[in-house]
């Protein structure tokens, strides 16, 4: 699964070393393999990863610097306002 998590903006460094360290605990490495998106060199307001499901949960837990921890439902192109609104009503909620 995809998440974005969260943090304020200057410190997606200092968060995706943390990530690094979280992932590298051994309960969070029996939950299955984590990979994290390279560091942003521009303010982004978080840090990207493909992690189970349950990784959400030991973020939660153990992050210092995040904010949330935000899983992403879809990804499609858009144009326009319709097109956000087609592809939320299109996600099996």
């Excluded at 200057?10 to 299955?32: C, F, T």
């Excluded at 319709?82 to 909620?93: H, I, T, V």
């Amino acid at each position: 699964m995809r998440f974005f998590v969260v943090c304020p903006g200057g410190l997606e460094v200092p968060l995706a070393q943390e990530l690094a360290v979280i992932a590298q605990r051994p309960d969070s490495k029996a939950l299955g393999a984590w990979v994290i998106d390279p560091t942003p060199t521009s303010p982004t307001g978080g840090v990207g990863l493909a992690a189970p499901i349950s990784a959400a949960m030991a973020l939660n837990l153990h992050s210092r610097i995040a904010s949330r921890v935000l899983l992403q439902m879809a990804q499609a192109p858009y144009r326009q306002e319709e097109d956000l609104y087609k592809l939320a009503s299109g996600l099996a909620w």
